[in-house]
């Protein structure tokens, strides 16, 4: 997936909650070529993304008010993921190299997109431990400000990893085609 495409998915506004949605996309050809364009056309992002993880993290915590300031109590971080990958949509028997090409975009797809999953996972408990640590002597409204500070930061980290993640990648991903 392309870095601006990343930003926006990542920085997706979702009403949803914690959970996996699943929404392919299909590919369907009986030649090389018409893989090639069937990718283009249905893919994410005009086919500039072979495929997409959109992520929102889910922060539960609360404020908790003591004799010594304020601390927070952390239940979990959780996830909303919106997966979008490739499915095949069969149809008259097709060549064998093209089946092997579709086998070969898939798996490396698949894996693809569920490193960037890996990657949420790890900053969903990376913002976990973070904000579990938070201590205010001042008051819980001062702790608020920064348990949003955090976030946003970690936030931050989190979408540096998926880009420099697809850096790494863009050679790879482009030979599918």
């Known amino acids: 997936m392309l870095a601006a495409g990343l930003a926006a998915a990542l920085t997706a506004c979702t009403a949803g909650k914690p959970g996996t949605t699943h929404r392919p996309y299909s590919i369907y050809a009986d030649t090389a070529l018409g893989f090639a364009r069937s990718v283009r056309s249905n893919a994410p992002h005009g086919g500039r993304a072979f495929g997409l993880v959109e992520i929102t993290?889910?922060?539960?915590?609360?404020?908790?008010?003591?004799?010594?300031?304020c601390r927070t109590d952390v239940k979990d971080v959780e996830l909303e993921l919106v997966v979008v990958l490739p499915k095949w949509r069969d149809g008259k028997p097709v060549p064998g190299s093209v089946r092997s090409?579709?086998?070969?975009?898939?798996?490396t797809v698949s894996a693809?997109?569920?490193?960037?999953?890996?990657i949420a996972r790890d900053y969903a408990a990376r913002m976990r431990r973070t904000i579990a640590t938070l201590?205010?002597?001042?008051?819980?409204?001062?702790l608020a400000g920064l348990v949003r500070s955090r976030i946003a930061r970690i936030k931050m980290e989190h979408l540096r990893a998926h880009a420099q993640f697809d850096a790494g990648e863009k050679k790879r991903l482009k030979s599918l085609l």
């Open 57 to 69: 993290f889910h922060p539960d915590y609360r404020l908790v008010a003591g004799k010594r300031g």
């Open 101 to 107: 090409r579709w086998a070969r975009f898939d798996r």
């Open 112 to 118: 693809h997109e569920n490193t960037h999953i890996r």
């Open 135 to 142: 201590r205010s002597a001042k008051s819980c409204a001062d």
